[in-house]
């Protein structure tokens, strides 16, 4: 019998983190002690779980995971999706998630102290359906001068709060209820092109969801030397614009409205391309290395965005 006056205590809503790998070992290895200790932040009565979602065929990541389950403080769940793709290992995740908010992030990142706290709290005080925060670079190595002057791996920071129009899955709290409630999954179109989890959060908000940034939950990413190169940061910037062009085509409804936004992005991608070469130029003339290198980034984007345009995809998780 309840006290007078007093409303029965509300159970803490659960939560589980999940973390994609594909035949990386080193990285599945050291990623589930450092979201175990993340759910221990957390520790606050609610239900916590891990869920790790290994897409290769072979299943090579079990063994791994197994071992850092073993040492784990919280539940860690090991699931094979051989489905080759990431839209088909996330929509896998969701699958496994019984719980009321699932996290996902990468497997080569790393969260910062307060990461989980803060973004739930986020998600709880805003009722928000979505919550993002910052992925802020993990150098292996000091980049040369060109890249960091260009701003390459700078994903931005705003004031926590401020509503998002689509966000990332490197660092993301969506809100399982509104999912379902809503039908939305990542599309298997995008499995091998990436751009799957741009369209998923684009969807939720045009469904009536609000996507709120916390800029306190901090993951950092760990660059390989191999990813601090001129070529690799172009190839990047090339994919992102390819990406959110194929987004916007795929949102547009068929006929004429997505005739229309592959003519939109046709145009906004040769603005980019047109006016990153005349700042190339610009810049080179005076031997202004950070504008030269921002000027880059823009065209690069642009040839990506003009490429979607014309249905021209980059497949970066495609095998052979």
């Not at 908010?101 to 803060?118: H, K, Q, T």
Request: aromatic residues 6%; glycine residues 10%; contains cysteine.
């Amino acid at each position: 019998m309840g006290v007078p006056g007093q409303g029965a205590t509300t159970r803490p809503k659960s939560v589980a983190i999940a973390v994609l790998t594909y035949k990386r070992p080193e990285h599945a290895a050291s990623v589930v002690p450092a979201l175990d200790a993340a759910l221990s932040e957390l520790d606050d009565g609610r239900a916590l779980r891990l869920i790790v979602v290994d897409n290769d065929p072979d299943a090579s990541g079990r063994p791994v995971v197994a071992a850092g389950a073993a040492g784990a403080l919280h539940r860690v769940s090991y699931v094979h999706e051989p489905a080759p793709g990431i839209a088909a290992a996330r929509n896998r995740a969701l699958a496994e998630c019984d719980e009321d908010a699932i996290v996902f992030i990468d497997d080569d990142e790393r969260p910062r102290s307060g990461w989980l706290p803060a973004l739930v709290s986020q998600w709880e005080r805003a009722g928000a359906e979505a919550v993002a925060g910052p992925v802020v670079p993990d150098f292996s190595r000091q980049p040369d001068s060109w890249i960091l002057a260009g701003g390459w791996f700078n994903h931005g920071r705003r004031a926590s709060g401020t509503l998002m129009p689509a966000a990332a899955t490197n660092n993301l709290l969506l809100d399982m209820a509104f999912l379902r409630s809503n039908g939305l999954r990542f599309d298997l179109d995008f499995g091998m092109s990436g751009g799957e989890d741009t369209l998923l959060t684009r969807q939720l908000v045009q469904a009536g969801g609000r996507i709120v940034w916390c800029d306190e939950a901090v993951v950092a990413d760990q660059l390989p030397a191999e990813r601090l190169t001129r070529e690799w940061v172009r190839r990047r910037a090339f994919w992102s614009g390819n990406s959110w062009a194929a987004v916007d085509i795929r949102l547009a409804a068929p006929g004429g409205p997505r005739l229309a936004a592959r003519m939109r992005q046709l145009a906004r991608g040769g603005v980019r391309v047109a006016g990153g070469m005349a700042k190339m130029l610009a810049a080179g003339a005076k031997r202004d290395e950070a504008a030269q290198s921002r000027a880059v980034r823009v065209y690069e984007r642009g040839r990506g965005m003009c490429a979607g345009a014309l249905g021209r995809r980059w497949m970066p998780y495609r095998r052979d």
